[in-house]
């Protein structure tokens, strides 16, 4: 059941839609999900709309930010190496610099979501 949000910052907006089917296919194999369980949601935000403290616009090498929220949280090591697999795997099928892609983990979802108005 893992949804992953993606925010890329970007002037294209269209830039990684291409790859999107790519992308969700390899994180479904990451978190080793059944067909149609790993969801992704994509979306820009303008360079223009996105600044960092006492950094110049130009230049700059645009972020990505990658947040999952997963049914139950894997424990930390596990995490680690997830996390550094998503990154990867983000970083590549959109053509993003790795050390830009930020990823975050929500807290677990497990009580807290519901799929069709039932609590899952």
């Given amino acids: 059941m893992p949804i992953v949000d993606i925010e890329l910052v970007t002037g294209d907006p269209e830039q990684g839609r291409g790859q999107l089917q790519t992308l969700v296919d390899e994180l479904g194999d990451l978190f080793g999900s059944e067909p149609g369980g790993t969801w992704v949601r994509m979306r820009s935000t303008d360079p223009a709309a996105y600044a ?15 947040n999952v929220l997963r049914h139950q949280l894997p424990d930390l090591e596990e995490r680690r190496r997830e996390m550094a697999a998503v990154a ?4 590549r099928t959109l053509r993003r610099r790795r050390e830009n892609v930020h990823v975050l983990y929500a807290p677990s979802a497990k009580g807290r979501i519901g799929f069709r108005g039932k609590l899952a």
């Fill in 52 to 66: 960092e403290n006492k950094v110049a616009a130009e230049g700059r090498h645009l972020p990505t930010f990658v």
């Fill in 88 to 91: 990867e795997i983000v970083a």
